[in-house]
């Protein structure tokens, strides 16, 4: 899955994805208004109103980004119901020959990371039959609980030839609470040799990642704000050969300069995720003269704004 | 919630939870066909079977414990319809006046945080209506991100007075792997000063709990796991307020006698919770004289011998 996230960063020329996010502050009234009028002010009519918002946004967007990020949280605020429309984003995209990165951050112990692989990225055997739950092509993953609770999703992207992107550094203003404190090699006692815990972590995705590899990358890939760029040029050294997602382009502050370091030279190795930004473009002073109606176009004119930012950036 | 967490556990006289983490293996023959004559070999088959296999436990349990903890993971594997049953499985132990603690693992930037606090313990605004997702009492967190992904669960936790157990010290074998490291303090260059990482994110459980206390001990707790009985000593002093779940009794290697420590000298301040040692009890060679059509009464029998471990290691 790797190779065909690459394979359409090449076609569409473009190294970025859309994070499907949906709140109901982002879902325009007229949307909500025939939502609500079917199912009610209840979890399906929420859960209708961001399908279709979805999917208004998808049909303008598909042919202009090689992947999308659609964020489970803003679907499991809306319990079950929230969880079908899920379920119907991750469907409708692929068939929509785009590449889908479930946003979960999953991370257990082994058997319970198994359960979490096997639900979202591969099949559950159900007496003599394998069914599929969720079936994103990618996942990510909280590594806090160490390499018994990542070797699941490794074991299962092995066998369904799909891939995940692990946490390293991630793009909250807090995320240097735990993730920058220095660490001590193991065994050793010179603290000049302390070095980041997010450094730590990517070696280790360095390694999970060696020996499982696409044709050029592995599917094990990391998770790096855009609102890091120096560490991100540390850690694109630390892990050469691993996909690095950044999320947080846009709405969280990261812009297009700040992001040529987690790129290689051969200017892939780097997919660059924006939310907000897109599916609310048309909140934004910028994009305001689309208006709610023509919401979808806003996103598509912001995406073709992200991309130009981008490719001006890496040329 | 914590107030009533502690009532329940000096009404049932048991510091304990049983785990529901229904796997296809766990769920006897009789069960299963039953379900798949219904529903065929799916994904509804599926959740039908882990509903009527938990029902049966709950229904020969609850009146011998004071919480459960379902790991959404086990009902996550099979997509939208385990989630149906997970749901189910929630109501039911609540109307049995049984604490729910989700064990969902969730943690991420802020705004995400705040969706899976809304979903699992809160309630979400669907135009003027409040509307209620998953409905638990507590729920795990993941600390990878900092302050800034724990926040919007306390303070979800604050309106909705429930409460939550955040990830210090997890039971799984390579859980030192990160949570281990030393970290210098910081600003310290002093590499006798550096601690294990996860007593830092322990001290940080205090100082997050210390500002929201229910009449004894605060909501916000921490996960220890049963299977580092020495690590949990040094965290009951560094978290004298927090709660402590300790998973992985049982099944994962946790025994009576090292859990000793977990608890604070009024006998309180720890729960022990096993999962697959009391739901697959009917599965070992000590219960299995019960068989697989009375899984429910093995279940029993393995919560009172468990009861009794734990009462006679705190006498």
């Not at 855009?226 to 050469?240: C, D, F, N, W």
Request: hydrophobic fraction near 40%.
């Amino acid at each position: 899955m790797i190779d065909k996230l690459i394979e359409n960063i090449k076609k569409k020329q473009a190294p970025v994805m859309v994070g499907l996010d949906p709140t109901m502050k982002l879902v325009p009234e007229h949307i909500k208004q025939k939502a609500f009028a079917e199912y009610g002010e209840t979890l399906k009519g929420a859960a209708e109103a961001i399908w279709m918002y979805n999917k208004g946004i998808v049909d303008a967007v598909a042919e202009l980004i090689p992947a999308v990020k659609p964020q489970i949280a803003m679907y499991e605020q809306f319990g079950v119901e929230g969880l079908v429309a899920f379920h119907k984003t991750v469907e409708y995209c692929k068939q929509k020959d785009l590449v889908v990165v479930g946003d979960i951050k999953r991370g257990d112990i082994g058997s319970t990371s198994d359960a979490y692989a096997v639900g979202h990225l591969g099949q559950v055997q159900v007496g003599n039959t394998m069914c599929r739950g969720f079936g994103e092509d990618f996942v990510t993953v909280n590594p806090y609980l160490g390499s018994d609770g990542v070797k699941p999703f490794i074991e299962v992207c092995k066998q369904e030839k799909k891939g995940m992107f692990v946490l390293v550094k991630t793009s909250n203003p807090s995320s240097g609470e735990f993730q920058d404190r220095l660490v001590l090699p193991e065994g050793c006692t010179d603290a000049s040799k302390a070095r980041p815990l997010y450094e730590v972590v990517g070696e280790k995705v360095a390694q999970w990642g060696a020996d499982h590899m696409g044709a050029e990358y592995s599917y094990i890939g990391a998770v790096v704000g855009a609102t890091y760029p120096e560490m991100g040029k540390v850690l694109r050294e630390i892990m050469p050969k691993a996909y690095i997602l950044v999320p947080a382009y846009g709405a969280q502050g990261g812009k297009g300069a700040d992001l040529v370091h987690f790129f290689n030279k051969d200017g892939l190795g780097a997919i660059i995720s924006s939310s907000r930004g897109i599916i609310g473009a048309y909140q934004q002073e910028k994009y305001a003269q689309y208006g709610p109606l023509n919401y979808a176009d806003a996103a598509r004119a912001a995406v073709i704004d992200m991309r130009e930012d981008i490719a001006q950036a890496l040329a």
